[in-house]
């Protein structure tokens, strides 16, 4: 796979997962609400996968050593793959009352770190245990303080 290719599907799958997990758990914990974590998930998919991908893109300018077409392929890629894997998330919520939805998401997100981590160890030569234990307690981190976070916010507002 072309490196920046792979740059956009090791971004875009990260933080697809991680931000659109922390938003979904912040949200239900504050509001309950269905419409409020469809909503939040394609405000990701779409503003987040943009934001992302011109980061990236002025990342890969800022470094001054990659063509313009591997700055683009990097820019397209990591939208692309934001965008889908965020958008993953909603298939849960339409398909489950919101508190499965949400345990099915955080297994679901869990689930494509590890394999990508996984994965990612392997090829590099690393230890995949560790790859994938530092990645994992990451993401349960962000999901264990958006729910507190969510949950104070939520004592404000009822």
């Given at each position: 796979m072309k490196r920046s290719i792979?740059?956009?599907?090791s971004f875009g799958l990260t933080?697809?997962?991680i931000t659109t997990l922390g938003m979904m758990v912040g949200l239900n914990a504050s509001t309950g609400s269905r419409i409020a974590v469809i909503g939040g998930i394609m405000a990701i998919a779409i503003a987040d996968a943009f934001s992302d991908a011109v980061?990236?893109?002025?990342?890969?300018e800022s470094e001054n050593r990659h063509s313009e077409r591997e700055i683009w392929e990097s820019t397209f890629s990591t939208f692309i793959f934001k965008f889908l894997i965020a958008s993953t998330f909603v298939a849960p919520v339409l398909l489950?009352?919101?508190?499965?939805?949400?345990?099915v998401s955080v297994i679901w997100g869990l689930g494509l770190i590890i394999i990508f981590s996984y994965h990612m160890a392997t090829q590099q030569g690393a230890s995949p245990y560790k790859v994938v234990l530092e990645?994992?307690?990451i993401v349960a981190l962000v999901i264990t303080?958006?729910?507190h976070v969510g949950?104070?916010?939520?004592s404000f507002c009822h």
């Open positions: 792979k740059k956009g599907l933080s697809g997962v980061g990236i893109h002025i990342a890969e489950f009352d919101l508190y499965m939805a949400i345990g990645h994992v307690a303080i958006t729910h949950k104070w916010i939520g």
